[in-house]
Every structure is written in structure tokens, then in C-alpha cells.
């Protein structure tokens, strides 16, 4: 860590002999640097923050306020001063302080970024398919709404649920008790539903609050369990299966050092039937309009948006 006020005296030397002569107004870099003397870190950081506002250009003011907000641990917004300060000043002793002394700021500022807005962080996520068509819904020519997700974060760990819904009009041929069983066509369309237990898990590729910034590109893992279902309208009856899903993608999540994130991901499903529609209970799957047995398999790819909210703020102390 800098000795913050070895640099301060560096920096502020020269002006300390017309310290009692300058006016201390608001905004003035001579009162905040007094009152950093003092250790008043707040009041400092707000004197240096009008101080900038009013004078942009002046180093000294970014210097003070680099110095502030790194003491009240906002390092993200230290980085920021003190680059400034850096394309504003000369080659000055303090100066070179704060250039050698940068890159260890902005990575604490890295660690506590991911610790309380990061891929550390904990939260409630919901997400919406943009386009997704399980295999499945093709076998009977369904028409689907796209499916909702929501769940929790554990880190990088995503634990949901999602589900799917939709209707279809095609003529099905269900099987009858007999051995073997004779297939006889059912119209009247139906409704058919999927419901999904998932993990997804991101392997990062690009850490948010590095090379891209406040983004993050991300390689989800996503293993899933869940059943679908159909409800003929003419009969009333049900017939479904259970499904294994696993899938690999990319994702883009966007961090906004807030409690609010943001990602866009591409994964394709390789969903895995343990066996065909068929009635509960039953053994004989049921079959299309041209006579193929519907499968039941989910595998297809999916695009989805998703928001999270972030909470549990605590940082680890990495620094």
C-alpha cells in the first residue's frame, strides 16, 4: 500500500507555506488536504471531490481525492483518481509513488469488485429464452411459448428452474391395451408442458474488471433433470417421459458495480429421454401423424437473456 501520507507531504510540500492565506472555501484542495492530514477521510474525499468538479485539471485535487477514497476502501473510484492525477502532474516523487504503487491498487480493486459485484457474489437470477426449440415439439409440430428460468446464484454455481409451455393441433395415434398394441388416431390437438431442474456452471474464460472491463465471458456447464408432458383435449389423458439434459455454450454477463447484472448466453442441449411419450404406467409409446414414435428428446439449442440481483455485499479481505 502507498505510505499515503508521505506522498501527501511530497505532494502538497511546496504549497504548505501559503496554507494559512488561502481562503478555505468549498472545493478547495488546501482544505482537503488539511483535513487528510487529519485523517478525516470523508470530509476530505468530499472536499477534493468539489474540487475537481470546479477545477478538473488541477493534480493536486485528484491526488487528495485518490488518496480519500483508497483510505474509505473505494478503490474502484481511487484507481480512477489517481490515473487522472498521473496524466495531469510532472515527474514528481509523489507522482512516482502512486505510478509504482497503481497496479497493486487496481488489482485490490479487482479482488473487492468480484468479492461484493462479482463471480463471488451471491444472488436471485430470472431468464427468459429467446429461442428454443426441444426436439420433441418438432415430432408433433407444437407451437411453444418461450421458456422462463429463475433460481439462485451461488457464486458461479446457477441453481434453477425453468419451464416451458405451448399447444398443438396435429392428430396423434395412441396406442390401445392390447398386446401388441393397435394404434388408432386421436384429433383434437393439446397442450404440452416441460418442467426443469438445472445447475449451470461458468468457467471463466474473462474475468469481469480485467482486460473487458466490467464484462465477463464465461464457458456454462448446464446439467439438467425434468419431465415433459402432453394433455390430448379429446380424452383428457396425459402422456410424458423424464429427460436428462446436459449442454455447453458461451455466456456474456455484465457487471455494473451495482446490485444488478446482466448476461446474454448460447447453449446447446444434448437432452437424453429415458424413454419415448408414453402414458404413465404404461409401456407403448405413442406415436406422430406419420406413424414415427415421439422420442421425447429436449436437445436443441437455446438462447436466453437474463437479469440477476446481487446480495450478501461482504467482501472477503483479499488485501
Same mark, same amino acid.
Do not use: C
Given at each position: ?22 481562503p478555505?472555501s468549498?472545493?478547495?484542495p ?9 485523517t ?20 493536486k ?6 488518496v480519500a477514497?483508497?483510505?474509505?476502501e473505494?478503490l ?15 515527474a ?8 509504482d504503487?497503481?497496479p497493486?491498487?487496481?488489482n ?8 461484493? +459485484?462479482?463471480?463471488? =457474489?451471491? &444472488? ?6 429467446? @429461442?428454443? /426449440?426441444p426436439?420433441? %415439439?418438432a ?43 393397435v +394404434?388408432?388416431?386421436? =384429433?383434437? &390437438? ?6 426443469? @431442474?438445472? /445447475?449451470?456452471?461458468? %468457467? ?19 446439467l ?6 402432453l ?38 442441449h ?5 424413454w ?14 406419420a406413424?414415427?414414435?415421439i ?5 436443441g439449442?437455446d438462447?436466453?437473456v437474463?437479469i ?12
Open positions: 500500500m502507498i505510505n499515503l501520507i508521505i506522498s501527501l507531504s511530497l505532494n502538497f510540500a511546496p504549497a504548505q507555506t501559503v496554507m494559512s492565506s488561502e478555505l468549498s472545493g478547495s488546501l482544505k482537503a488536504y488539511g483535513l487528510a492530514r487529519e478525516k477521510w470523508p470530509e476530505a474525499r468530499n472536499e477534493a471531490e468539489g474540487a475537481t468538479k470546479s477545477n478538473p485539471n488541477d493534480a485535487a485528484w491526488f487528495i481525492l485518490g477514497e483508497e483510505r474509505l473505494n474502484s473510484a481511487a484507481v480512477i483518481a489517481f490515473d487522472k492525477y498521473l496524466t495531469l502532474t510532472a514528481t516523487p509523489a507522482a512516482k509513488a502512486v505510478r504503487e497503481l497493486a491498487i487496481k485490490r480493486s479487482k479482488l473487492k469488485d468480484e468479492d461484493t +459485484y462479482g463471480i463471488t =457474489s451471491n &444472488g436471485f437470477f430470472i431468464e427468459k429464452s429467446l @429461442g428454443y /426449440a426436439a420433441y %415439439v415430432e408433433f409440430h407444437g407451437k411453444f411459448s418461450t421458456p422462463i428460468g429463475f433460481g439462485f446464484n451461488f457464486g458461479k454455481v446457477y441453481l434453477g428452474y425453468r419451464q416451458l409451455s405451448g399447444t398443438f393441433t396435429e392428430d396423434l395415434k395412441l396406442p390401445d391395451a392390447s398386446s401388441p398394441p +394404434y388408432s388416431a386421436v =384429433s383434437g &390437438g393439446g397442450n404440452f408442458m416441460s418442467r426443469q @431442474g438445472f /445447475a449451470n456452471i461458468n %468457467v471463466s474464460l474473462v474475468d469481469p474488471y480485467t482486460s473487458w472491463g466490467d464484462m465477463q465471458l464465461a464457458m456454462p456447464i448446464y439438467g433433470f425434468g419431465t415433459n408432458t394433455k390430448m383435449n379429446s380424452t383428457g389423458r396425459f402422456y410424458g417421459n423424464w429427460t436428462y439434459d446436459m449442454g455447453l455454450g458461451l455466456v456474456l454477463r455484465g457487471y455494473t458495480r451495482s446490485m444488478i447484472t446482466w448476461y446474454v448466453q448460447g447453449i446447446y444434448l437432452g437424453i429421454p429415458f419415448g411419450f408414453k402414458e404413465w404406467g404404461t409401456d407403448d409409446v405413442i406415436r406422430n401423424a406413424d414415427e414414435s422420442k421425447g428428446s429436449t436437445s439449442f438462447t436466453t437474463g440477476s440481483f446481487l446480495f450478501g455485499a461482504e467482501t472477503k479481505k483479499h488485501y
